[in-house]
């Protein structure tokens, strides 16, 4: 998807005009991909602009850094603050934020010095991500080749930028044999993810999402789903899922903070029983945009305020 400019950048405490946010060709961060990152949305309310659990994404951007040993010399709550006075500097009343912690410029080798890393936000408009028709009409997925990132490799609850060659290599083979995303699965056979969400099934009124131990990110998007399910009284397990029971399940979707909520009509063209938006995932895309758009006062505590 292409950028969209915006005016400014925050770069550790500074804001930097957008062509001028820039770093040095040789930062390890580039070379080794020792950097961690989040993506987070904003949405119009009632209110004016409200950043969907900023404090949560910021949070799990904290606990990225410590699995890799960084120290992002700024707070949850400083970067709250940095975060929301981006959102007024560039007027966005709704958009994406992308906030990174990489290393600085100085040393290179695979051993990086850890000591340097450095923390930028921006924030650009963004629709949707799998595309208008992925998301009105469902999405096609097809299981990779390419397993997902495993506890012994590259940890995957961790946000790495180096983390993402994985998803990339499935997403683009994935796109490229015609599909709209694909699957992972862990060494076992259990599915994990798709290339940036996670996924959920549902089977005679019962929704199965993977647990955290099957190598998932563990979404945001995920626990809001989780959540607003059972408000509305559905059973949910976080449960191994097999490839063949999503060929038989009655809804299956996708989330994320890109993708939000995405339903998904095949796997393995295998197509899932409720072809395009099945009953359950558009109350649930409903409950979501509800709660996002501030319509539900329920879940305030999960916006902030611009
Ligand atoms: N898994 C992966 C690999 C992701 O990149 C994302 C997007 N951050 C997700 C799952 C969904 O996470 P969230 O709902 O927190 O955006």
Redesign the pocket.
């Known amino acids: 998807m292409k950028l969209t400019p915006t005016s400014t950048i925050w770069m550790d405490g500074e804001f930097v005009p957008w062509d001028e946010a820039q770093v040095h060709v040789l930062t390890p961060s580039l070379h080794y991909g020792w950097g961690v990152y989040e ?1 987070i949305r904003a949405y119009e309310t009632a209110e004016g602009p409200a950043v969907f659990r900023l404090r949560e994404h910021l949070q799990r951007l904290h606990d990225s850094a410590r699995v890799y040993l960084m120290d992002p010399g700024w707070s949850v709550n400083e970067l709250t603050e940095a975060s929301l006075e981006l959102l007024r500097r560039t007027d966005l009343t709704s958009g994406y934020l992308r906030p990174i912690v990489y290393l600085g410029y100085g040393t290179m080798g695979v051993a990086p010095q850890l000591d340097s890393a450095k923390v930028a936000i921006a924030a650009w408009p963004w629709g949707s991500y799998l595309g208008e028709k992925a998301e009105q009409d469902g999405c096609r997925l097809v299981i990779s080749s390419w397993q997902r990132n495993g506890v012994h490799s590259v940890p995957p609850l961790a ?1 790495a930028t180096g983390a993402y060659v994985n ?1 990339a290599l499935a997403k683009v083979a994935a796109i490229r044999s015609g599909y709209d995303d694909a699957l992972m699965l862990t060494p076992t056979g259990h599915v994990a ?1 798709a ?4 996924i959920f099934a549902l089977r005679d009124g019962v929704m199965t999402t993977p647990p955290v131990s099957d190598n ?2 563990p ?4 626990d809001t789903v989780i959540t607003l399910a059972r408000d509305l009284g559905y059973e949910v397990r976080e449960q191994s899922l097999t490839r063949s029971e999503l060929y038989v399940a009655d809804e299956a979707f996708l ?4 993708a939000e909520i995405v339903p998904v009509t095949s796997v393995d063209d295998r197509p899932v029983a409720a072809a395009g938006c099945g009953p359950v995932t558009k109350q649930l895309r409903e409950a979501f945009q509800d709660v996002v758009h501030g319509r539900n006062t329920d879940y305030r505590r999960w916006l902030s305020h611009v």
């Open positions: 993506g946000k998803s993810e290339s940036a969400a996670n998932i990110l979404g945001i998007t995920r989330t994320g903070t890109a």
